[in-house]
Every structure is written in structure tokens, then in C-alpha cells.
């Protein structure tokens, strides 16, 4: 509900797409208006060079520990891999060029269609899996200068939009056979993430004094999410929680996680 929305009311990741495409449509407006201000073949002009940005989306799920691509569904195993050029990414992930922000929530909703969800006493639609959606945003400028010299400077970026699947106690959610075994790996890679940002804090805490092995490769979750959990980024993590007091116990244990 938080990332996604519901029906009209638009959640997070809708909302931060619109606002993306907002961005990067005032950026080149203001560089457009800029060009007329000085004239196109002023040296500041040449100087700023002429910019583009490319967006591009990819959207899969890990299930039963298990990654599936979203927007190019297959039985293929999808293996996480690791190269200085690349980072940390997945081998033979779809990632589709996008050129207004429709075509992201298009891509979404194609998606969605195709992710793993079921009944528990708890949810009507529980997700059986952790969700994430990337975006990835290239802004590049290619510029003029004296004796024939092109220069061309790259921006990259980017954002993981992670949907996790809530933790679940088997006797409330009812589940059994493959619901059930869908739970366990659930808590399982929550458990994971948790030990991850544990292990961050302690590390975080001590100034790195302390030598503390951080557990990335204890799920794919967290494997796949290294980069925007101990790198060069920006973390934020929403909890779901209940008032009601049949729920005291997973709101305790939601809070102290978060």
C-alpha cells in the first residue's frame, strides 16, 4: 500500500516517478532558456554543452530465494553477479528504456500482474515475495570546445524501490504447504536484513575501529541491496504497524527492526 498506492490513491513509487520526470523536464528547460539568454553560439553556451538523460527500469521479485524478472517472466534462474563497471547487479535482468512517465507505470502495472500473492487469515492478497523496482537515471553532457575537443561528462544514479513482504506467524496467518514454506523464506531473508543493518549500526557505532563482517551474502535480498544499504547512498525504511492489540507482538517486533 505504501509503495504502490491503492486504486486512485497513488503510493511511493508512483508518486517519486512523476516527480523524476518533473526534475529532469525542468533541468533541460532551464538549460534550454539559458541558450537563448546568452545565444546559441556563445562560448558559455559551448562550454555548458548540449545535455540528454536516459531512464532506464528494471522490476523482479525474489522468491523462495529465488529471483524472477518481472517485465520478462522465465523459468531461468537469475544469478546475482559483481564487476567493478557494473556493481553488484543481476545476469540477463530485462531493463527497459522508458521516455515519459507513463511508460513507467505501465511497466509497473505489467509487473504487478505477474508478482506472487495469496490468502492468509491475515491479508486477502499477502505478498509472497519481496518486490524491487530500479531506476536507473544517466544524465549526459557532450560539449564543444576550442580545437575540435568534445567533452562529455556522465552522471549516474541509482534507486532501489523495495516492496518487502510483512514477516508472518504461521498460527495467525493459517497458512500451509507452499504458503507456508513461502512464510519461512520470507523471515528468513528479513531475519537476513536485520543481521545486515545490525552489523551497519555496530560498525556505524564503533567509528570503524572494529572489524565487524557485515552478512550481505546471507540472502539475495540483502546481497542485491549492498550497494544501498553500506555504500555511497541514501537509506529510508517505512514500518507498517497495527494499533489493534491482536497484532502487540509483530508491531514490537516491527519497531525494534526499524
Known amino acids: 500500500y505504501s509503495m504502490m498506492g491503492y486504486g486512485e490513491d497513488h503510493g511511493l513509487i508512483p508518486k517519486l516517478n512523476d516527480d523524476l520526470w518533473q526534475r529532469v523536464n525542468n533541468t533541460l528547460k532551464k538549460r534550454e532558456r539559458d541558450s537563448v539568454k546568452h545565444g546559441a553560439e556563445s562560448a558559455k553556451v559551448k562550454e555548458m554543452g548540449k545535455m540528454d538523460f536516459m531512464i532506464t527500469v528494471s522490476f523482479l521479485e525474489i522468491y523462495n530465494e529465488e529471483i524472477k524478472d518481472l517485465l520478462n517472466p522465465s523459468s531461468k534462474q537469475m544469478k546475482i553477479r559483481e564487476n567493478k563497471e557494473k556493481g553488484i547487479y543481476v545476469e540477463d535482468l530485462c531493463e527497459v528504456v522508458v521516455k515519459e512517465p507513463g511508460g513507467v507505470l505501465q511497466l509497473i502495472e505489467q509487473g504487478n500482474a505477474v508478482r506472487r500473492v495469496a490468502a492468509t487469515q491475515m491479508n486477502d492478497t499477502s505478498s509472497r515475495s519481496h518486490s524491487v523496482f530500479t531506476i536507473k537515471i544517466e544524465q549526459r553532457t557532450v560539449a564543444q570546445l576550442d580545437g575540435g575537443v568534445t567533452k562529455t561528462q556522465m552522471v549516474k544514479a541509482k534507486l532501489n524501490l523495495v516492496d518487502l513482504a510483512g514477516s508472518e506467524r504461521a498460527e495467525k496467518t493459517g497458512a500451509t504447504g507452499s504458503t507456508l514454506k513461502e512464510g519461512a523464506n520470507i523471515n ?19 567509528k570503524g575501529k572494529k572489524k565487524i563482517h557485515i552478512p550481505y551474502r546471507d540472502s539475495k535480498l540483502t546481497r542485491l541491496l549492498q550497494e544501498s544499504l553500506g555504500g555511497n547512498a541514501a537509506t529510508v525504511m517505512i514500518a507498517a504497524i497495527s494499533p489493534a492489540d491482536y497484532n502487540y507482538d509483530e508491531t514490537l517486533g516491527t519497531l525494534k527492526y526499524a
Open 188 to 206: 528468513m531473508s528479513l531475519m537476513a536484513l536485520g543481521n545486515v543493518i545490525n552489523a551497519l549500526s555496530e560498525m556505524g557505532a564503533s
